[in-house]
C-alpha cells in the first residue's frame, strides 16, 4: 500500500533563511506526488506535483521539489522563507486506485 | 460563485444526534471525497465517489453516510454523532484522478463539528 511520511512535525526558521521540509513515500509502482499548503483556518491549495515528467517541480510562491526515486523521497525546498510562509505543509501520495494518501503534515514557523 | 462549499462553516450538536454536513462544487468534476482532519493525523479519508451514485468507503468510514444523486453535490451524515467524531471534514473534488496530468484536488474550507 501507499503511504507518505514527513520528516518533521515542526521546523522554524528565520525570514530570509532557505526551507527543507522531508517527504519520503512508499509506493510499489511510479507515484503521483503533491505538496499541499493550509494556512491558519483556510482549506487546502496546492501547491505543486509531480507526474511523471521533470523531477525537479516548481510550485507556487517559489516553492520547489525533486523527486528522487533511488531514496524514495519528494522534499520541498523554498530558498528564502517569507513570513506568509508560515503555515501547515501536507505531502501527499496518489495511490494505485487514485486516492489522495496525506501525510501528517509540517508545520512551517517563521521568525522575523 | 464557482468553486466548493462546505455548509455549515461551524457545527455543535450533541451526542447521538444526526447531522448532515453539505458539500456543492460548481465544476461538474466527476470525483467527490470527505476528508477528517485530526491532531497527528493529518487528513483521513472517509468515503469518497467518483461520479454520481457511486460511492465508496475510505479509510474511516464507520459512523458515517454518504449519498450522491447529484453530481454537484456530496452530503456526509453522521447517524449518531460521538465525542470521537469531533473534528474538522474537508470536502474536495477532483476532475480526474486516472490522468495524472488532470489530478489535483480542489478543498473546501472546511467544517469544524463539535460534539458535545
Known amino acids: 500500500a501507499q503511504s507518505v511520511t514527513q520528516l518533521d512535525s515542526h521546523v522554524s526558521v528565520s525570514e530570509g533563511t532557505p526551507v527543507l521540509l522531508r517527504c519520503n513515500y512508499s509506493?510499489?509502482?511510479?507515484?503521483?506526488l503533491f505538496w499541499y499548503v493550509q494556512h491558519p483556518n483556510k482549506g487546502l491549495q496546492l501547491l505543486l506535483k509531480y507526474t511523471s515528467a521533470a523531477t525537479l517541480v516548481k510550485g507556487i510562491n517559489g516553492f520547489e521539489a525533486e523527486f528522487k526515486k533511488s531514496e524514495t523521497s519528494f522534499h520541498l525546498t523554498k530558498p528564502s522563507a517569507h513570513m506568509s510562509d508560515a503555515a501547515e505543509y501536507f505531502c501527499?501520495?496518489?495511490?494505485?486506485?487514485?486516492?489522495?494518501?496525506f501525510g501528517t503534515g509540517t508545520r512551517l514557523q517563521v521568525f522575523p | 460563485d464557482a468553486g466548493i462549499t462546505q455548509s455549515p462553516r461551524y457545527k455543535i450538536t450533541e451526542t447521538g444526534r444526526q447531522v448532515t454536513l453539505m458539500c456543492h462544487q460548481t465544476?461538474?468534476?466527476?470525483?467527490m471525497f470527505w476528508y477528517r482532519q485530526d491532531l497527528g493525523h493529518g487528513l483521513r479519508l472517509i468515503y469518497y465517489?467518483?461520479?454520481?451514485?457511486?460511492?465508496d468507503k475510505g479509510e474511516v468510514p464507520d459512523g458515517y453516510v454518504v449519498s450522491r444523486s447529484k453530481t454537484e453535490n456530496f452530503p456526509l451524515t453522521l447517524e449518531s454523532a460521538t465525542r470521537s467524531q469531533t473534528s474538522v471534514y474537508f470536502c474536495a473534488s477532483s476532475e480526474s484522478m486516472g490522468d495524472r496530468e488532470r489530478t489535483e484536488a480542489f478543498f473546501g474550507q472546511g467544517t469544524r463539528l463539535t460534539v458535545v
Open positions: 465517489s467518483a461520479a454520481a451514485d457511486i460511492t
Open positions: 501527499v501520495v496518489s495511490d494505485i486506485t487514485d486516492k489522495l494518501i
Open positions: 509506493s510499489s509502482y511510479s507515484p503521483s
Open positions: 465544476w461538474s468534476h466527476s470525483y
